[in-house]
């Protein structure tokens, strides 16, 4: 019970950092961090993929709402929650660690970037190419969420670093 209340915290808290201060910051035009889908990142290992996606699409959904936009969150929220699950098998093939949260502290750093950098990308890849509805800015998009998953990463990393103090 105490791991759900934890959980719902995180949940919560990132949503309103992400809709009170992030979504307002616009680094040299183009850079935001979504640090939200750090609560993805930390589902314990095993976590079930149904309640997984259906949280991202809570997520995404209210991110959405707050942040005016047509469903890209959702797409890429839920596609990265979907993801997920098969990426661990991928990314960290001799998994023993059993269904723990992934955390810098339990895989190491090397392991915690090969398991969050591709997934970071690949929700700022979905993210920004739905957001510009066309191939047309295919570069500038993923100029953008190159960086925006850099900036994310740097939040992602220096969050862990803060908790396992």
Request: aromatic share 16%.
């Amino acid at each position: 019970m105490d791991k759900v209340i934890r959980y719902i915290v995180l949940f919560v808290a990132l949503f309103l950092i992400q809709v009170v201060v992030l979504c307002n910051i616009d680094y040299f035009g183009f850079i935001c961090p979504y640090v939200y889908i750090l609560f993805f990142l930390a589902l314990p290992i095993g976590f079930n993929i149904y309640g997984a996606m259906g949280l991202a699409f809570l997520m995404g959904l209210l991110i959405d709402i707050f942040g005016n936009t047509p469903g890209v969150h959702i797409a890429s929220t839920v596609l990265l929650a979907f993801v997920r699950d098969y990426w661990i098998d991928i990314a960290l093939p001799n998994n023993d660690i059993g269904k723990v949260e992934p955390s810098l502290a339990k895989l190491g750093i090397s392991n915690f970037l090969r398991y969050a950098v591709p997934l970071v990308l690949a929700h700022h890849l979905i993210l920004f190419f739905a957001e510009s509805w066309s191939f047309v800015d295919a570069w500038f998009a993923t100029l953008k969420a190159i960086a925006n998953a850099i900036v994310t990463m740097l939040f992602i990393v220096s969050y862990y670093l803060l908790k396992e103090k």
